[in-house]
Each structure stands twice: as C-alpha cells, then as structure tokens.
C-alpha cells in the first residue's frame, strides 16, 4: 500500500471517528455506528421490488429483479389500507404473471431528509411461483420529482431476502 493511500485511509478513519461538529450552544454529540446488519437466512436469494404509484392512487406497477438486475416478475401493485405506510401497516398486493405475493409494510415517518418514508416488509402470503416463499426486508419511498401534486409514495423501493421454505 503506497503511504498517499495509508494517508488517505487514516484521514478518512479520523473523520469517522471525529465527533459531530455543533451549532453555537448545541452540545457535541460522538456518531454512533450503525446498527448491524441482518445476516439474510442460508440458501436465500437478494431480490429488489420497484414499485411506482401514481400521484395519490392505490394502484400502481411492479417489477421484481435479482441483485444482478434479472426481472424476474413485472405486473399490477395495489396497497390496502391507503396511505398509512408513513405511520401504520399497509398490505400490498403484487400481481405478476407467475403468481399473486401480498406484503405487509410497516413504515414510519422519517422528517426532514431522504427518504420522507422508511420502514420494514415482511412476505405475508402467495400464490403460483411464490406459494412457498419467506422473506422481508427493508422499503423507502419518495416522490417522483414532479414540482406540483406529487405524493411521497410515487417510487417505492423494497430491499431483501427470499428463501424458498419446504414443509
């Protein structure tokens, strides 16, 4: 390792370590590490559900992919229960061409940054290809962009494991 590397690497190492720097007359707070990760279960697979909703409406797209960009399913997504993912539980009805998944969200507010929407997804049921699958992971959503009108539910990203469970 030359030494402008190491140099580089410790600076950085500092920098993560150094405490927060504090407005006039707010106390110094030391950053906390993240907590860690779940260990996703053996034999299961990383899989990425994009969903996007139209300004304030219940029914939207969905196209689920592999980690390496695979489409593995696109159709018809449909929330129930509304809009209460910022502060309740919704289930969402994903309805592809290989079978029907419904998934319960569990989402919370996050204010003031990105993205306004975060939370949990856990597989509650489905149907064809996806009868005997497991899994959960983690949602955000956001806006699409649009200057006027738009909802914080537009683009919604879910992130996480799937296991096929034999009984």
């Given at each position: 390792?030359?030494?402008?590397?190491?140099h580089?690497?410790?600076?950085?190492?500092?920098?993560?370590?150094?405490?927060?720097?504090?407005?006039?007359?707010e106390?110094?707070?030391?950053?906390?590490?993240?907590?860690?990760?779940?260990?996703?279960?053996?034999?299961?697979?990383?899989?990425?559900?994009?969903?996007?909703?139209?300004?304030?409406e219940?029914?939207?797209?969905?196209?689920?992919?592999?980690?390496?960009?695979?489409?593995?399913?696109?159709?018809?997504?449909?929330?129930?229960?509304?809009?209460?993912?910022?502060?309740?539980?919704?289930?969402?009805?994903?309805?592809?061409?290989?079978?029907?998944?419904?998934?319960?969200?569990?989402?919370?507010?996050?204010?003031?940054?990105?993205?306004?929407?975060?939370?949990?997804?856990?597989?509650?049921?489905?149907?064809?290809?996806?009868?005997?699958?497991?899994?959960?992971?983690t949602?955000?959503?956001?806006?699409?962009?649009?200057?006027?009108?738009?909802?914080?539910?537009?683009?919604?990203?879910?992130?996480?494991?799937?296991?096929?469970?034999?009984?």
């Open positions: 390792m030359t030494s402008r590397r190491r580089a690497l410790a600076l950085v190492a500092a920098l993560v370590a150094a405490p927060t720097l504090a407005r006039a007359g106390p110094v707070r030391n950053r906390e590490p993240p907590p860690s990760a779940h260990e996703p279960p053996p034999g299961s697979e990383r899989v990425e559900i994009h969903v996007r909703f139209p300004p304030w219940y029914s939207g797209t969905f196209r689920i992919e592999t980690a390496a960009g695979t489409i593995r399913d696109e159709g018809v997504a449909r929330d129930l229960g509304g809009f209460a993912m910022g502060t309740g539980v919704v289930e969402r009805v994903l309805e592809g061409s290989k079978g029907t998944i419904t998934l319960r969200i569990q989402g919370s507010s996050k204010s003031g940054g990105f993205p306004p929407i975060f939370g949990r997804w856990t597989l509650a049921s489905g149907t064809g290809a996806y009868a005997s699958l497991s899994g959960s992971g949602v955000t959503s956001c806006a699409a962009g649009a200057p006027k009108g738009g909802s914080p539910y537009e683009l919604q990203t879910l992130l996480g494991h799937v296991v096929r469970v034999t009984k």
